[in-house]
């Protein structure tokens, strides 16, 4: 009798487990040996140039087949004795919102669910500027620059001292030699430490497989900047790290109607961007919270 | 060699027996154990859909980046972290009453943090990608990110709730003494790891500027009189239903003891709660405004705003409940003071802690976060994976303690007695 | 004898040439993109160049009637800056004649810190690369500014980001 009920045990018990292995094959998903690789991949820094190159190549070979079209993916370091910084001056910003559009399709962004901007402009009644509390920014009046309101925009500050870089658990995000916070999309987890951590709300996550009209896809991409992501990365401005890095100004630079924006190096006295910190006063989102950002806003009027 | 050898034969044979002993029950037993799998089936059916889709699956967004699974990680951590309450007069104390407890206490806290752990994993994003949060062969932030302080004060924490109890436990099985001089500074660890895995997860929101409700210094302290009121609470509803369902001698005195300690907890954290209010309500700043969304509503938005009022009422009355010897001392009111903690602090401390940081964003904006059924079932998956583990520990635990379950060399009917 | 003159005076007018080159300004400093001229309207002298000059200030009915002029009108007036003479050219306040593509130094004239600006380049647009090797373009004043009507007209905003309670629906 007892060596019956064991052996009914025993059946039971084989029973479950091979269920349960049963119900975790859809985790384990068809271990193809693409993503056997993509799941062995090292983190950016660890790659030799020529782990970095079969990356690029397995990449060009994937966008090719998604996309229809051949991409030009830099790895292209820091150029030496930069560091790059970003004015804006908000006496002329007039909310058009052409930069947040600009910077969707020279980056690759996701269209639609989720629809991801790096760009957020903020509509500020006269009057106030630090209280972001009663900023507007879903405002969709006929035309703009709307009276009594000035308008904002804000997007990563790539920080000297990024609070999204300290908080990290997987050294998914690093400051680069040149100032800009990368993030290596195929080393990040996913556990939005960095969304919380950011005080500017620059950071954005790809809560599902990002959506990506093939007519409008932007070939010239960079590995750290705006290549196409996958779901379940963090991702944020790189200040156009696929153009600055050949001395091109960012795409929302080149957008803007009205001359706000600007760009340049900081360690280089000549350049804009020192011209306007020297020149005309400038301030910077949340000094208080020490994250010394690049991002200069300043007033002419 | 033979030593080795030997080892490994027990080892099996124990194994074996008590998958024998989790495999018998009576009928309560069984339809308990099913209903638990049925629930974390379907949560698990839920969770394959949203590692199919990605995070769009639940309700969480780029404003509220943090949701349920969070919240009730927040809550975990804090419950295993009681398990202190009961090591600290058995070992240090010597407290015969709560000292024939302990160890179920410790597989407790071991179940609480397996839940906490698997409330982090389902929310991270690219599960698949975990093995880059661990030292050595990924590349964990130790130690500027807390997160990673987070994973091995969790990870450390649930192999010293495992190894201690096992140890004590196999030992007992096999009528052995267990060395004290061994086990005793493993036991004496786990007191101040117990601080501070729910320190670490205090620092964890502590830490971040821009989440001005986090980043007050009366988080960590605040988290842990309130750990010390709900993880005990749980503690002693489930002790007393072990007592129904099993042989285990469980004195009165015990749950009293530990009933005292919730209200001394209870009082810290409604004083340090008074705190708070009175910094962000009287300084008035413009940071106040996520304890304004919290308890009265901001701009119209006010869904957290009746679960918060409904966690006051219930912890004040858990107060009184616990504080009042009377009440304390009568059953079934102190049940309904435990009932009343575990669900006020539950409230508090999850959304009501998690939610609120995010609302208003950094930017300003106000963007309201309920779960939605996909985030439940899961929750409940988990929650019940949890108390089905708990049920299947304490099924050979407790055989074990009270002598009914002990190695084929002895008797079975020989009085337990654990030597001390 | 007439050898000799001959090539004094050919000397005379290349010195001639050359300072009246000079005197032209420094030449095209910055490089800029084309000036925006309506289509078919320049080069201007087309039909100026057979057109009576009328030097009086008056609204103009028979051509450029659709050019409202709200750039301190009460104090100028076409003529003022564009050359009566040559209307491929732009009048400087002390006569010197410059090329549209140099337009800014006109607008310099009165608006002194945005021209300081503009040169800095801070003011304004510029696209391409503000590295060398690689070149930059200057947009011209006229390019943002409609040089007869400076204020910049509002207009139609781009479409707010989707709001998260709709994150599911369509584009």
Redesign the interface.
């Known amino acids: 009798m007892q060596n019956k009920r064991?052996t009914r045990?025993e059946f039971?018990?084989n029973l479950s487990l091979t269920t349960l292995a049963g119900?975790s094959l859809?985790?384990l998903s068809s271990c193809a040996k693409e993503e056997v690789e993509d799941?062995l991949q090292k983190?950016f820094h660890?790659m030799t140039e020529e782990e970095k190159k079969r990356v690029i190549a397995k990449l060009e070979q994937r966008y090719l087949q998604k996309y229809g079209r051949k991409f030009q993916i830099s790895t292209k370091e820091a150029?030496p004795d930069t560091l790059w910084g970003y004015?804006l001056e908000l006496s002329r910003c007039?909310?058009?919102?052409?930069c947040?559009?600009a910077c969707v399709k020279e980056n690759n962004h996701s269209?639609?669910?989720?629809?991801l901007?790096w760009i957020?402009v903020?509509r500020l009644k006269r009057g106030n500027l630090i209280?972001?509390?009663?900023?507007e920014?879903?405002?969709?009046?006929?035309?703009?620059?709307e009276k009594g309101f000035i308008y904002l925009p804000?997007q990563c500050q790539q920080c000297q001292n990024p609070?999204c870089v300290?908080?990290?658990?997987?050294?998914?995000t690093w400051q680069e030699p040149d100032g800009i916070i990368a993030v290596d999309y195929n080393?990040?987890?996913?556990?939005?430490?960095c969304?919380?951590?950011?005080?500017?709300?620059g950071r954005?996550?790809?809560?599902?497989?990002p959506n990506i009209p093939k007519e409008e896809i932007n070939p010239s991409v960079h590995y750290l900047g705006n290549r196409p992501r996958m779901?379940?990365?963090v991702e944020k401005c790189t200040f156009c790290i696929q153009r600055v890095r050949?001395?091109?100004?960012p795409a929302c630079v080149?957008a803007?109607?009205?001359?706000t924006r600007?760009?340049?190096?900081l360690l280089d006295p000549n350049?804009?961007i020192r011209?306007?910190i020297d020149r005309k006063r400038v301030f910077r989102l949340?000094e208080d919270?020490?994250?010394e950002p690049k991002f200069y806003y300043f007033f002419e009027a | 060699m033979e030593k080795f050898q030997e080892i490994l034969n027990d080892s099996w044979d124990f194994y074996r027996r008590t998958l024998i002993l989790v495999a018998k029950g009576s009928k309560l037993y069984y339809a308990w154990c099913l209903s638990l799998l049925a629930i974390i089936i379907v949560g698990f059916i839920f969770y394959l859909k949203q590692h199919e889709v990605g995070l769009i699956a639940t309700n969480m967004n780029d404003q509220v980046s943090w949701g349920l699974y969070i919240a009730n990680f927040t809550y975990l951590v804090g419950a295993a972290a009681a398990a202190v309450l009961l090591v600290v007069p058995s070992y240090v104390y010597q407290f015969k009453p709560i000292k024939e407890i302990v160890v179920l206490g410790e597989l407790f806290a071991a179940s609480s943090v397996m839940m906490a752990v698997l409330f982090v994993m389902v929310d991270l994003g690219r599960l698949d990608r975990f093995w880059h949060m661990l030292p050595f062969i990924g590349s964990m932030n130790f130690p500027q990110s807390l997160l990673a302080w987070d994973v091995i004060a969790l990870n450390g924490y649930l192999i010293l709730n495992i190894f201690i109890p096992v140890y004590l436990l196999v030992n007992f099985y096999y009528r052995k003494k267990p060395n004290w001089k061994f086990i005793l500074p493993f036991i004496l660890l786990s007191i101040p790891w117990a601080v501070g895995i729910h320190t670490v997860t205090a620092f964890l929101y502590n830490g971040l500027p821009a989440r001005p409700f986090w980043n007050a210094s009366i988080l960590a302290p605040r988290f842990l009189a309130s750990a010390f009121c709900s993880g005990p609470a749980i503690i002693i509803i489930i002790f007393q239903i072990i007592r129904k369902v099993s042989d285990i001698k469980l004195e009165n005195e015990a749950l009293f003891k530990i009933a005292e300690l919730i209200a001394y907890a209870m009082f810290l954290n409604l004083f340090l709660l008074g705190s708070e209010l009175y910094k962000e309500y009287y300084s008035h700043s413009i940071h106040m405004a996520p304890v304004e969304y919290l308890f009265e509503g901001l701009h119209g938005h006010n869904l957290l705003v009746p679960w918060i009022w409904a966690a006051m009422a219930m912890n004040v009355m858990a107060f009184f409940i616990f504080m009042i010897p009377q009440t304390r001392k009568r059953l079934s009111i102190l049940n309904l003071g435990c009932l009343l903690v575990i669900v006020g602090v539950w409230i508090e401390k999850g959304p009501g802690f998690v939610i609120p940081g995010f609302i208003p964003d950094p930017l300003g904006e106000i963007h309201e976060y309920i779960p939605n059924l996909l985030e439940l079932m899961v929750s409940f998956g988990i929650w019940a994976l949890g108390l089905l583990v708990f049920t299947l520990l304490m099924k050979v635990a407790i055989p074990i303690e009270t002598g009914k379950f002990t190695h084929t060399d002895y008797e079975k009917g020989v009085t337990a007695f654990r030597p001390h | 004898m007439k050898k000799e003159t001959t090539v004094i005076a050919l000397g005379i007018l290349l010195l001639g040439f050359w300072f009246t080159s000079s005197a032209n300004g420094a030449g095209e400093e910055f490089p800029v993109a084309p000036p925006p001229v309506t289509e078919g309207m320049f080069p201007c002298s087309n039909c100026h160049a057979s057109i009576e000059i009328n030097r009086k200030k008056r609204e103009l009915k028979e051509e450029h009637s659709q050019i409202k002029l709200h750039h301190a009108e009460t104090m100028r007036w076409c003529l003022d800056c564009h050359e009566v003479r040559n209307r491929d050219k732009l009048r400087l306040y002390n006569g010197e004649l410059i090329n549209f593509t140099e337009s800014y130094r006109l607008c310099g004239e009165c608006h002194g810190p945005q021209y300081r600006d503009w040169r800095a380049g801070i003011h304004g647009k510029r696209t391409g690369y503000f590295m060398s090797p690689g070149k930059r373009t200057y947009y011209l004043c006229a390019h943002c500014h409609d040089p007869h009507e400076p204020q910049f007209k509002p207009i139609k905003p781009e479409p707010p980001p989707f709001p998260p309670a709709v994150k599911n629906h369509a584009k």
Do not use: M
């Not at chain 1, 209280?131 to 900023?135: F, Q, V």
């Not at chain 1, 050949?246 to 100004?249: I, L, N, V």
């Not at chain 1, 600007?262 to 190096?265: T, V, Y």
């Open positions: 064991y045990r039971i018990r119900l859809p985790l799941f983190h660890e150029l004015g007039i909310g058009c919102r052409r947040v559009y269209r639609h669910d989720p629809q901007h957020r903020l209280n972001l509390e009663n900023s920014h879903y405002y969709d009046p006929d035309l703009v620059p804000v609070p300290k908080v990290c658990p997987v050294h998914a080393w990040c987890v996913g556990c939005r430490y969304i919380a951590a950011c005080p500017y709300k954005v996550f790809n809560w599902t497989e779901k379940c990365a050949s001395g091109r100004y080149e803007c109607p009205t001359g600007k760009f340049g190096n350049s804009e011209y306007i949340k919270l020490n994250t």
